[in-house]
């Protein structure tokens, strides 16, 4: 199988995987806010996020790192994969510990603190597993990936379903999520293994390698997690758990929307990198144009029906309990386009190796987001925090495109832009008028979700944005790029 062709199934592996991934999350999401309720969720949310922060820093860049030196370095790739285990194992382990040390000194953690215990083991499974996915990804094996993925959601939904059932409370919902993860990272480690035997090891040298990249992406990751992880925390703080559970179930969808981006340009990362480094700039160009035209494709009608959807979205998600989170989602929305395309175009200079130049952008969105979360938070409680986060996103999305272009000399598709908004705009003409409707009941939901996604796509189609020819310019093994 061709390299392009390896590629296309892979991404409609990812695409079928993820779609399977995301309706399990959403039905995971929806057990819990409904056992749990607006408070109990919002603790639920302050805890994740809690520990959130120390995972995030535990990450360090490791997944793209991942498939950055075994693609540099191919005759070296079980050296450096056993390397990056031990030194994953290791990093992790020690930032997780230190974040339950530091929960202990503060009193509304350690009251929680053995269901933190517990949530820092799913933290630490989860960031071990993202070795196997660089390097799954690396290999163009997506389907290992959506298996051990898949799988690990099966577990997590079951045993959600049974916590409930048998009234476990939140400490039966961490237990679950722990077990969940194990299976998931135990299955990624044996589908890895029938490629390559990943044991942890130590070599001084590799391990220096290892920080050298990984140290800007690991500054960029600490700057991000001021901005990231803010919010939720300065509204449990300020505002309480009531609030922070509002806002968590809007933000919830966002997190599971989000995860496809990071899946599928993940796995472009190893192609973008091999071209890169080859020399090979049509490949490159191609691959980059291609990714912008998937990008405005997906991104534009995620924002736009979500704002006309947004209410009885997330009465079906999380329950009637949560109809004030509805307008914070569609504010949150917003933000997905910056989520989406400073993905893609960090994913871009991480490829090239200039990952160094998001240090200042990323400082820069740090310092002026702070402030506005403290500030707006305590005048605008969650509408303040949704402002900021969507100020945020789009802030390093706009400085990430930036530098990326000057340094590749990537061009934006106006052509297909136009096409995609006309696209949009026929999509808003159907939804609009069954907007009422559509808040009745699940199944008048799914039937105007299913009219807005069919208009839409057939107007791209007929506009010739989705045809055959292109998608065989993807799939044949000598593929000439076709940039739009």
């Given at each position: 199988?061709?390299?392009?062709?390896?590629f296309?199934?892979?991404?409609?592996?990812?695409?079928i995987?993820?779609?399977?991934?995301?309706?399990?999350?959403?039905?995971?999401?929806?057990?819990i806010?409904?056992?749990?309720?607006?408070?109990g969720?919002g603790?639920?949310?302050?805890?994740?996020n809690f520990?959130?922060i120390f995972?995030v820093?535990?990450?360090?860049g490791?997944?793209?790192?991942?498939?950055?030196m075994?693609?540099?370095?191919p005759?070296d790739?079980?050296?450096?994969?056993?390397?990056?285990?031990?030194?994953?194992l290791?990093?992790?382990?020690?930032?997780?510990?230190?974040?339950?040390?530091?929960?202990g000194?503060?009193?509304y953690?350690?009251d929680?603190?053995?269901?933190?215990?517990?949530?820092?083991?799913?933290?630490?499974?989860i960031?071990?597993?993202?070795?196997?996915?660089g390097?799954?990804?690396?290999?163009l094996?997506?389907?290992?990936?959506?298996i051990?993925?898949?799988?690990g959601?099966?577990?997590?939904?079951?045993?959600?379903?049974?916590t409930?059932?048998?009234?476990?409370?939140?400490?039966?919902?961490?237990?679950v999520?722990a077990?969940?993860?194990?299976?998931?990272?135990?299955?990624?480690?044996?589908?890895?293994?029938?490629?390559v035997?990943?044991?942890p090891a130590?070599q001084?040298l590799?391990?220096r390698?290892i920080?050298?990249?990984?140290?800007?992406?690991?500054?960029?990751?600490?700057l991000n997690?001021?901005?990231?992880?803010?919010?939720?925390?300065?509204l449990?703080?300020?505002?309480g758990?009531a609030?922070?559970g509002?806002?968590?179930?809007?933000?919830?969808?966002i997190?599971?929307?989000?995860?496809?981006?990071?899946l599928?340009i993940?796995?472009?990362?190893p192609?973008l990198?091999?071209?890169?480094?080859?020399?090979?700039r049509?490949?490159f160009?191609?691959l980059?144009?291609?990714?912008?035209?998937?990008?405005?494709?997906a991104v534009?009608?995620l924002?736009?029906?979500?704002?006309?959807?947004?209410?009885?979205?997330?009465?079906?998600?999380?329950?009637?309990e949560?109809?004030?989170?509805?307008?914070?989602?569609?504010?949150?929305?917003?933000?997905?386009?910056?989520?989406?395309?400073?993905c893609?175009?960090?994913?871009?200079?991480?490829a090239?190796?200039?990952?160094k130049?998001?240090i200042?952008?990323?400082l820069?969105?740090?310092?002026?987001?702070v402030p506005?979360?403290?500030?707006?938070?305590?005048?605008?409680?969650?509408?303040?925090?949704?402002?900021?986060?969507v100020y945020s996103?789009?802030?390093?999305?706009g400085l990430?495109?930036?530098?990326?272009?000057?340094l590749?000399g990537?061009?934006?598709?106006w052509?297909?832009t136009?096409?995609?908004?006309?696209?949009?705009?026929?999509?808003?003409?159907?939804?609009?008028?069954?907007?009422?409707?559509?808040?009745?009941?699940?199944?008048?939901?799914?039937?105007v979700?299913?009219?807005?996604?069919?208009s839409?796509?057939?107007v791209l189609?007929a506009?010739?944005?989705?045809?055959w020819?292109?998608?065989?310019?993807?799939?044949?093994?000598?593929?000439?790029?076709?940039?739009?």
């Open positions: 199988m061709s390299l392009a062709k390896k296309a199934y892979n991404s409609l592996i990812q695409l995987g993820k779609a399977l991934s995301v309706i399990l999350g959403l039905l995971g999401v929806a057990l806010t409904r056992y749990l309720g607006v408070i969720f603790r639920y949310v302050a805890l994740n520990l959130g995972a820093l535990a990450d360090l490791l997944t793209m790192v991942t498939a950055q075994i693609n540099e370095q005759a790739q079980q050296k450096i994969l056993n390397n990056l285990c031990g030194f994953r290791l990093s992790a382990g020690l930032i997780l510990i230190t974040g339950l040390l530091a929960a000194l503060m009193p953690y350690r929680l603190w053995l269901i933190l215990a517990v949530l820092a083991i799913s933290y630490f499974l960031a071990v597993n993202q070795v196997f996915v390097f799954l990804q690396s290999e094996r997506s389907d290992h990936l959506m051990s993925e898949v799988a959601r099966l577990v997590w939904l079951i045993g959600l379903f049974v409930w059932q048998l009234n476990w409370g939140l400490l039966g919902v961490a237990v999520t077990l969940a993860s194990l299976i998931q990272v135990s299955l990624a480690w044996i589908l890895a293994g029938s490629k035997k990943i044991r130590y001084p590799l391990w390698e920080i050298i990249r990984s140290w800007p992406l690991a500054v960029t990751i600490t997690l001021l901005y990231l992880r803010a919010d939720i925390l300065f449990n703080w300020f505002k758990e609030v922070v509002l806002y968590g179930a809007a933000y919830k969808v997190d599971v929307l989000t995860s496809l981006p990071f599928l993940g796995l472009l990362l192609l990198a091999r071209s890169w480094a080859a020399g090979q049509s490949n160009d191609f980059v144009s291609n990714s912008l035209n998937a990008l405005l494709i534009c009608p924002i736009i029906g979500g704002q006309l959807l947004a209410g009885p979205i997330i009465r079906l998600i999380a329950g009637p949560f109809s004030l989170a509805g307008p914070i989602l569609a504010l949150l929305l917003v933000a997905i386009a910056g989520i989406f395309a400073s893609l175009f960090n994913h871009i200079l991480i090239i190796n200039r990952q130049v998001m200042r952008p990323y820069i969105v740090a310092i002026t987001a506005a979360y403290i500030l707006l938070i305590n005048w605008l409680s969650y509408w303040g925090a949704a402002v900021v986060t996103e789009l802030l390093i999305a990430a495109a930036y530098q990326s272009k000057k590749t990537w061009r934006w598709p052509k297909v136009s096409k995609v908004i006309l696209a949009n705009l026929v999509m808003i003409a159907v939804v609009w008028p069954l907007r009422s409707w559509a808040s009745q009941g699940i199944g008048q939901l799914l039937a979700v299913l009219m807005a996604a069919v839409y796509s057939l189609v506009l010739k944005v989705l045809t020819q292109r998608w065989q310019e993807i799939i044949k093994p000598d593929f000439k790029p076709d940039i739009i």
